[in-house]
């Protein structure tokens, strides 16, 4: 059995259901892995495993924000999870404002790290690097396997207690919190 546990969130096109025709996908939990969780995993070892899958479409969760995350947190509740992965959202503008968006709301009601990976272009960038870990990410998925593994490398780290040595050292942008250093 996984020593860690970890919930892994990803839009209707990674979820492989549909492109702009069904941005408006409502909220789903499935149990396990699905799409690019299937990269993670292998990234991830034994020791952990992608226990559920949120997928959300796009326009559904920036036209229906709050109805979005209170079904993903109600669908949440109850669960046990050390983790929680968003996207990667690349330079996925939409995506990347809902991994923040998510990430945000999980992080406050379940106290657990958050994790996303964005291209410095995406908005989600500036709105939620204060909130949450954002690894620099690449400009589209033909480098998923790369913005994955950096996402993976900071997940090990945190999930073992492992204090992060910084943005630059690790890969994701500066956060804005300073700590003392020896």
């Known amino acids: 059995m996984a020593k860690y546990k970890i919930v892994h969130y990803i839009n209707q096109f990674f979820a492989g259901i549909g492109g702009e025709e069904k941005a408006d996908y409502t909220p789903e939990l499935r149990e396990g892995v699905?799409?690019?969780?299937?990269?993670?995993?292998?990234a991830l070892g034994e020791d952990y495993e992608i226990v559920s899958t949120i997928i959300c479409g796009d326009n559904f969760m920036s036209t229906h924000r709050d109805e979005a995350i209170e079904r993903i947190l109600a669908a949440l509740?109850?669960?046990?999870?050390?983790?929680?992965?968003a996207g990667p959202a690349f330079q996925a503008g939409r995506y990347g404002v809902a991994c923040g968006e998510i990430g945000k709301a999980v992080s406050a009601r379940f106290g657990?790290?958050?994790?996303?990976?964005?291209?410095?272009?995406?908005?989600?960038?500036?709105m939620f690097k204060k909130d949450m870990y954002v690894m620099t990410g690449s400009h589209s998925a033909a480098s998923m396997k790369k913005d994955a593994g950096a996402m993976v490398k900071l997940a090990d780290k945190l999930?073992?207690?492992?204090?992060?040595?910084?943005?630059?050292a690790e890969g994701y942008y500066a956060r804005g919190i300073r700590h003392q250093v020896w």
């Open 34 to 42: 699905v799409g690019p969780g299937m990269g993670l995993k292998a």
């Open 77 to 85: 509740e109850g669960r046990e999870f050390d983790l929680f992965l």
């Open 159 to 168: 999930l073992k207690g492992q204090t992060p040595e910084g943005p630059d």
């Open 112 to 126: 657990v790290p958050v994790i996303t990976s964005m291209h410095a272009e995406n908005p989600g960038v500036e």
